[in-house]
């Protein structure tokens, strides 16, 4: 069992800027990611990343050239940071992470096996 541990969260207002962290307890994985879910709206893929190949990391298009996802691999700590931020990125965000990916990595959420129990980002107009 793979335990995932989000931090960063928080309240700001538009336009500011948050880093999410998101501590894995093991390194044998495959693809790490980030996924959002709103009240009332489906989860849905923010950002993922290959660990095991080249470094895939691939976006949502509502979040391309706002957020970046990273990752320590000597720490085993994922990243998203996120910049310029909407009101509509308002949601919980969850790490997620499974131990196969396909290439380029799936943004789907069924295809992720371990999820942490995810923070909070509120963003106010």
């Known amino acids: 069992q793979v335990h995932l541990v989000e931090s960063g969260g928080g309240s700001v207002q538009a336009g500011g800027s948050l880093r999410l962290s998101c501590a894995a307890s093991?390194?044998?994985?495959?693809?790490m990611g980030w996924f959002r879910q709103a009240p009332d709206k489906e989860r849905e893929g923010v950002a993922v990343k290959t660990i095991i190949t080249d470094g895939w990391t691939r976006y949502a298009d509502s979040v391309k050239g706002r957020f970046t996802c990273s990752r320590d691999n000597a720490k085993n700590i994922l990243y998203l940071e996120m910049n310029s931020l909407k009101p509509e990125d308002t949601a919980m965000y969850y790490c997620?992470?499974?131990?196969?990916?396909?290439?380029?990595?799936?943004?789907?959420?069924?295809?992720?096996?371990?999820w942490g129990r995810g923070t909070q980002v509120t963003v106010s107009s």
């Open positions: 093991e390194d044998n994985l495959a693809v």
């Open positions: 997620a992470a499974s131990r196969w990916t396909y290439t380029p990595p799936s943004m789907s959420s069924s295809d992720f096996t371990y």
